[in-house]
């Protein structure tokens, strides 16, 4: 093997290690990874799945009721999806954690051609954010709005039941 392949191949190790950072950091993921999220291993969990980015004030704005929600309902997992910049990884990582979001469930897809993923999120989905995605038994829900007070827990008590 020639030095360059074998700085190459060290490159290409390095690269998949930071892609999958240490539990409680943001985790930068592609859209391989996002697909593998949504579809969960424990089928009957529900699954919380909220794109956000730190730049879009609506999503900011509906956090605190993701953060309420996720303490209200331990047994539910949540995912905080960013679609920041991955050069800007820290500062939504920085962020997240100031709002208090669970940093197990953090990731931001390094993908900015939205048009080729959005649809494996769902095809209703414009690109728009917020978005919202719940997972239970295989079924798909997904919601292209800006969360209020009360809303989010309502939801998820329905598709507990």
């Given at each position: 093997?020639?030095?360059?392949?074998?700085?190459?191949?060290?490159?290409g190790?390095?690269?998949?290690f930071?892609?999958y950072?240490?539990?409680?950091?943001?985790?930068?993921?592609?859209?391989?990874e996002?697909e593998?999220i949504?579809?969960?291993?424990?089928?009957?969990?529900?699954?919380?799945?909220?794109?956000?980015?730190?730049?879009?004030?609506?999503c900011?704005k509906?956090?605190?009721?993701?953060?309420?929600?996720?303490?209200?309902?331990?047994?539910?997992?949540?995912v905080?999806?960013?679609?920041d910049?991955?050069?800007?990884?820290?500062?939504?990582?920085?962020?997240?954690?100031k709002?208090?979001l669970?940093?197990?469930?953090?990731?931001?897809?390094?993908?900015?051609?939205?048009?080729?993923?959005?649809?494996?999120?769902?095809p209703?989905?414009?690109?728009?954010?917020?978005?919202t995605?719940?997972?239970?038994?295989?079924?798909?829900?997904?919601?292209?709005?800006?969360?209020?007070?009360?809303?989010?827990?309502?939801?998820?008590?329905?598709?507990?039941?």
């Amino acid at each position: 093997m020639n030095k360059i392949a074998i700085i190459l191949t060290i490159i290409g190790l390095f690269g998949n290690f930071q892609s999958y950072a240490q539990k409680g950091e943001m985790k930068i993921i592609e859209v391989p990874e996002l697909e593998a999220i949504m579809a969960p291993s424990d089928a009957e969990k529900l699954l919380v799945i909220n794109f956000w980015a730190t730049w879009c004030k609506p999503c900011v704005k509906e956090l605190p009721y993701f953060v309420n929600a996720q303490k209200q309902f331990p047994n539910v997992e949540f995912v905080y999806m960013s679609i920041d910049f991955s050069e800007n990884a820290s500062k939504a990582e920085k962020f997240a954690e100031k709002k208090g979001l669970n940093p197990d469930g953090l990731y931001l897809i390094d993908d900015v051609d939205y048009n080729s993923w959005i649809d494996k999120v769902s095809p209703e989905w414009s690109g728009a954010i917020p978005a919202t995605l719940l997972v239970k038994n295989g079924q798909k829900y997904f919601y292209e709005k800006e969360f209020h007070e009360g809303e989010l827990e309502e939801l998820i008590k329905q598709k507990l039941n």
